[in-house]
C-alpha cells in the first residue's frame, strides 16, 4: 500500500486530482466528523466530476437495535459511508475504509467496497455498501462531498499494487 494524498478539511469537500494509473486499486480511509445534526450523515462523492445517473449502491447496516437494508439504481453520486454528526456523542467520529477496484481497467465499471462505522458512546452504527460507476474510463479524480466536514476529519488516499503470485 503507497500513501498518495492526505487531506485535512474543515469544511466542504475533499477532491483528490491527477491520480496516477500506476497502481492495480485504491483505498479511501476517511476518519471524519460532519457539521450535520444527523447521526449518520451519507458521504457523497463521485468520479472524474461524473453526476449524471451512472452509480448504484447496495447499503447494509444495523445500529446494535435493528438492522436495515437500501439499494438503489441510476443514482448520481458514489456513497462511500458515514460521517458522524452533531447528534452524536461529542467529539466522535466516524471510520470508512474504502476500496475501489480496478479504478484504471478501461475495460470494466468500477467497484467499490466500503466498510463503515460510528461509535457514540457504546450506541452507534456500521455498515457495508457495495457500488458501482458504471463507466468504462479510468478513474483520474475522486470527490467526496459530505455536508461540511467538521475540523479533525482526515481523507487519505492510498494506491494498492497487485504482486503476481509466486510459488504452487
Not at 67 to 94: D, H, K
Not at 104 to 116: D, E, G, H, P
Request: hydrophobic fraction near 35%.
Amino acid at each position: 500500500m503507497y500513501p498518495i494524498a492526505t487531506a485535512n478539511p474543515t469544511t466542504g469537500g475533499v477532491t483528490f486530482i491527477s491520480i496516477p494509473q500506476t497502481f492495480t486499486h485504491l483505498q479511501l480511509r476517511i476518519f471524519s466528523r460532519s457539521s450535520s445534526g444527523s447521526a449518520g450523515q451519507s458521504i457523497p462523492g463521485s468520479f472524474n466530476s461524473d453526476g449524471g445517473s451512472n452509480y448504484a449502491y447496495h447499503v447494509l447496516g444495523g445500529d446494535g437495535g435493528s438492522t436495515f437494508s437500501s439499494s438503489a439504481a441510476t443514482q448520481t453520486n458514489v456513497y462511500f459511508g458515514w460521517s458522524a454528526g452533531t447528534t452524536n456523542t461529542s467529539n466522535a467520529f466516524s471510520n470508512c475504509i474504502v476500496d475501489i477496484l480496478d479504478y484504471a481497467n478501461t475495460n470494466k465499471y468500477k467497484t467499490v467496497k466500503t466498510l463503515t462505522g460510528i461509535d457514540s458512546n457504546g450506541s452507534g452504527l456500521v455498515g457495508m455498501w457495495s457500488s458501482v460507476w458504471m463507466s468504462t474510463a479510468a478513474i483520474t479524480s475522486i470527490l467526496l462531498n459530505p455536508n461540511n466536514f467538521a475540523t479533525g476529519s482526515t481523507v487519505q488516499l492510498y494506491g494498492i499494487q497487485s504482486s503476481p503470485r509466486t510459488g504452487a
